[in-house]
């Protein structure tokens, strides 16, 4: 393990050999860093993993702070800071990783809640987002389309000031750009996964991958309209979702993956020529199934999450020489076109996704040229070299204050997040009330039925008594020949 200072990388997501995006980037940071410091990989619930020169270390219920204690940084994202408030006050540089945009996903991963439920989770993520600007000493993002967005936010929460500008007119040691990498190991083959293992596709046949998981945000549907368009004049080309089963047990199923299964079925494309894995594949065993693809395939909606994220998926398709098509609109499809990594197509489009999955998949030449091109990329996003802004924060210890100190702008931030969360509390108060109002009319609704059935209970036992009495019947027979008489 690596000397120097001690830092510690905070998960939210378990470290284990089936790991998402944001457990990806800690391992890796963990792995990238461990020669320039003592690096622990704190992470919940126990690791099938072994460490590669960094120590891991499991947290509970109670938390990552115990586990962080001693550390001279700390790099975390996500909610982490919400929900474990101990790490703020931590005597360390605190590292916030915000490579993920958290409140552009939440508009569309909640976008089919309720509308008090849809604003309240927003909240949630507002205030995690408040909780990261105002504790964080050094931020990083994943690209500068994302670093500009960031920007703006550090403005507004009074992190962007004259002291720092003068310092830094570039503002890069408040925050600067770590996207996601790629591994410094070649992918491996372990055998066949998909071609000739898996039911309806065989050994010949001509595969695209989707990597990763299917999301709201994302847009699944369109190839599969471009499958069903393909399929008859190319029954060989298949479509094969690597993930669809999050590894981590609090991420629900979403609803674009049930609208995808639904698609393929009623387009008569499942287990023919649209697949489903219905397991996630470990880690250290996807490289197996990118080396197998002919097309690595990621597909977006024309959103604002689009246009600010980063698609993680792309780099593993980077790492495998796999050429690619992606639909237009993220920082990543604009890197394969530049780049002559594969193909971009119309987000929404099908007609021209489907041209494009087709020519990549005949042209030769050009695949050729991608796989040149996408190794050269590779070349340039390793992982040892992509953590450099990290790097440059923790040779720096020791010999500056890199601590950044609470201003007037960020106490203001700090009043604004207090009014607002003040006016949550008062409009939940409102609701609470009026629930209440509600309900104390049905308990008055209930007590009057319930009279209402007493009567009706005192009617009924006055006929009882009345049909019992011999003389009451020879009266109602008597009046019933009188009618019919």
Not at 7 to 30: D, K, Y
Not at 62 to 77: E, F, K, N, R, T
Request: aromatic share 8%; net charge negative.
């Amino acid at each position: 393990m690596g000397g120097g200072p001690v830092l510690g990388i905070i998960s939210h997501q378990p470290a284990t050999r089936s790991m998402a995006g944001p457990s990806i980037r800690c391992w890796e940071f963990a792995r990238a860093l461990a020669g320039d410091a003592e690096v622990k990989l704190i992470a919940p619930e126990p690791s099938d993993l072994e460490p590669d020169g960094f120590s891991l270390v499991e947290y509970g219920e109670d938390g990552p702070a115990a586990a962080a204690a001693g550390c001279d940084a700390l790099v975390c994202q996500g909610y982490s800071l919400s929900l474990y408030p101990e790490l703020k006050r931590m005597d360390c540089l605190l590292v916030v990783d915000l490579y993920v945009p958290m409140a552009l996903e939440a508009l569309e991963q909640d976008s089919w809640l309720e509308p008090d439920e849809r604003s309240d989770a927003y909240a949630n993520t507002l205030t995690a987002l408040m909780d990261q600007a105002v504790a964080g000493d050094f931020f990083i993002c994943a690209s500068e389309r994302q670093r500009d967005y960031w920007l703006g936010y550090l403005t507004a929460a009074g992190r962007v000031e004259p002291e720092a500008y003068a310092i830094d007119a570039s503002l890069r040691s408040l925050i600067d750009v770590v996207p996601f990498g790629v591994p410094g190991e070649e992918p491996l083959s372990r055998g066949a996964a998909v071609k000739g293992v898996v039911p309806g596709i065989a050994a010949d046949d001509r595969l695209i991958v989707w990597g990763g998981g299917i999301y709201n945000w994302l847009d699944p549907l369109t190839p599969i309209h471009a499958m069903a368009l393909l399929r008859e004049r190319r029954p060989e080309i298949k479509l094969y979702f690597m993930g669809t089963r999050h590894p981590d047990p609090h991420v629900p199923r979403m609803r674009a993956y049930d609208e995808a299964v639904e698609l393929s079925r009623s387009l008569g494309l499942l287990d023919t020529t649209v697949f489903f894995n219905d397991r996630w594949v470990p880690y250290e065993e996807r490289g197996g199934y990118l080396l197998e693809a002919d097309i690595g395939l990621s597909a977006n909606q024309p959103h604002l999450e689009t246009r600010f994220s980063f698609r993680t998926r792309i780099l593993d398709y980077i790492w495998a020489r796999l050429p690619i098509v992606a639909t237009d609109g993220d920082v990543l499809a604009d890197l394969v076109e530049a780049n002559g990594l594969g193909l971009v197509a119309g987000s929404g489009d099908a007609a021209s996704l489907a041209a494009a999955l087709e020519r990549l998949m005949d042209d030769e030449a050009m695949r050729r040229r991608c796989r040149d091109n996408l190794a050269a990329q590779a070349a340039e996003m390793r992982w040892e070299d992509i953590v450099a802004p990290v790097r440059r924060q923790l040779e720096r210890l020791g010999r500056e204050e890199l601590r950044q100190p609470q201003r007037s702008g960020v106490a203001g931030f700090q009043q604004a997040e207090l009014d607002r969360r003040q006016e949550e509390i008062a409009r939940l108060g409102g609701k609470v009330a009026a629930n209440a109002a509600d309900i104390e009319k049905l308990w008055e609704m209930v007590a009057e039925k319930d009279l209402a059935i007493e009567h009706f209970r005192g009617v009924i036992a006055d006929k009882d008594r009345q049909l019992k009495n011999p003389l009451y019947r020879l009266k109602v027979i008597a009046a019933n020949r009188l009618r019919k008489g």
